[in-house]
Every structure is written in structure tokens, then in C-alpha cells.
């Protein structure tokens, strides 16, 4: 099935990244292609966060299709085309070789106790800032268990598919 129409079936749209000002809403369509470096993957996501009003509360629900091998996935801080440290954990780690995925893959909330890295003991505003300034992305990882890393889809345990928020 090509990519859009996999893409069409699952109910995802095929749109950039997008906030709607002052809503608290955030999506990222996940690709392949947006990784850094890019790769050949036919996998696709979908992440979909909410912010409370607030600010102490992140609503989130991470979508994947046609992927292979998922071991995790977390939103990162970094700008498009820049790789960056983890922030926020929205699941796994499991262990590598688990097959392919199709579906929600998590759901959940993050607070600003579950905030790493250069965040971590920060308030959850901190991370909502970077969201809004586009500096944050969306990242599932996978991972064949069998060495060399890197072979090709299902094997890309730094990033396989990534989508900016």
C-alpha cells in the first residue's frame, strides 16, 4: 500500500506539524523522511498532545503504523533538522525485535516530574515554551536486536521515524 493511501486508511492527515494559537492543541505527522538523517522508512506516526490550561499537564496519544521493531519513543528538544536530548518519555523502553506495529501505540500524561535531561526539575511551562517556539520534536526508535544498528527499517535505534510538534 503506498504511503498515502496507508496514511488515508489509518484516519491521519497528511499536514506539517501544526499548534492552533492559544488552544493547547499540538500535532506531528511522523516520517522516515524528516529523520536526521532521513531514511527510507514506510513507517508513519502521529502524535497528538494537549496541554492543560494550566500548564501542569500533557495529555498525549502517539499513533505508528507500518514500523517494525518499536523499543521507544520521546519527544526531544530541537529544532527541525537538528537531533536533540530526550525530554519526555512517552514509552518504552521494551525489549528490540517485538515485530511490527500498527495502531495507538501510547497514551498518557506528562507532568513536570517526568521532565529529563535538560528540563528535568524545571516546571512544565518550560517544555510547553519550546513546543510553542518549534523547537521540539517527536521521535520512535526501533531495533532489530541483531547487529550492526542501522541496517534498515525496523533498525534505526536513534530515531526511525520523527515528526516536529
Same mark, same amino acid.
Request: aromatic residues 4%; glycine residues 14%; proline residues 8%.
Given at each position: 500500500?503506498?504511503?498515502?493511501?496507508? %496514511?488515508? /486508511?489509518? !484516519?491521519? /492527515?497528511?499536514?506539517?506539524?501544526?499548534?492552533? +494559537?492559544?488552544?493547547? =492543541?499540538?500535532? /506531528?505527522?511522523?516520517? !522516515?523522511? #524528516?529523520?536526521?538523517?532521513?531514511?527510507? $522508512?514506510? *513507517?508513519?506516526?502521529?502524535?497528538?498532545?494537549?496541554? =492543560?490550561?494550566?500548564?501542569?499537564?500533557?495529555?498525549?496519544?502517539?499513533?505508528? $503504523?507500518?514500523?517494525?521493531?518499536?523499543?521507544? $519513543?520521546?519527544?526531544?528538544?530541537?529544532?527541525?533538522?537538528?537531533?536533540?536530548? %530526550?525530554?519526555?518519555?512517552?514509552?518504552?523502553?521494551?525489549?528490540?525485535?517485538?515485530?511490527?506495529?500498527?495502531?495507538?501505540?501510547?497514551? *498518557?500524561?506528562?507532568?513536570? /516530574? #517526568?521532565?529529563?535531561?535538560?528540563? +528535568?526539575?524545571?516546571?512544565?511551562?518550560?517544555?510547553?515554551?519550546?513546543?510553542?517556539?518549534? #523547537?521540539?520534536?517527536?521521535?520512535?526508535?526501533? =531495533?532489530?536486536?541483531?547487529?550492526?544498528? =542501522?541496517?534498515?527499517?525496523?533498525?534505526?535505534?536513534? !530515531?526511525?521515524?520523527?515528526?516536529?510538534?
Amino acid at each position: 500500500m503506498r504511503r498515502t493511501a496507508l %496514511v488515508l /486508511a489509518l !484516519g491521519l /492527515a497528511l499536514v506539517p506539524s501544526v499548534a492552533t +494559537a492559544g488552544s493547547g =492543541n499540538f500535532r /506531528a505527522h511522523l516520517t !522516515g523522511d #524528516n529523520e536526521v538523517p532521513p531514511n527510507e $522508512s514506510q *513507517g508513519q506516526g502521529q502524535a497528538i498532545i494537549q496541554v =492543560n490550561e494550566d500548564e501542569t499537564a500533557i495529555s498525549y496519544r502517539l499513533i505508528a $503504523s507500518n514500523i517494525e521493531n518499536v523499543v521507544a $519513543s520521546h519527544i526531544h528538544v530541537g529544532a527541525p533538522d537538528v537531533n536533540g536530548p %530526550v525530554v519526555a518519555f512517552l514509552f518504552g523502553n521494551v525489549p528490540p525485535a517485538g515485530g511490527r506495529t500498527d495502531g495507538v501505540l501510547a497514551t *498518557g500524561t506528562i507532568t513536570a /516530574a #517526568n521532565l529529563v535531561g535538560p528540563l +528535568a526539575g524545571q516546571p512544565l511551562s518550560a517544555l510547553v515554551d519550546e513546543i510553542e517556539a518549534g #523547537n521540539t520534536y517527536v521521535n520512535v526508535h526501533t =531495533n532489530d536486536g541483531v547487529d550492526p544498528p =542501522n541496517t534498515g527499517p525496523g533498525d534505526f535505534p536513534g !530515531g526511525e521515524i520523527r515528526g516536529q510538534l
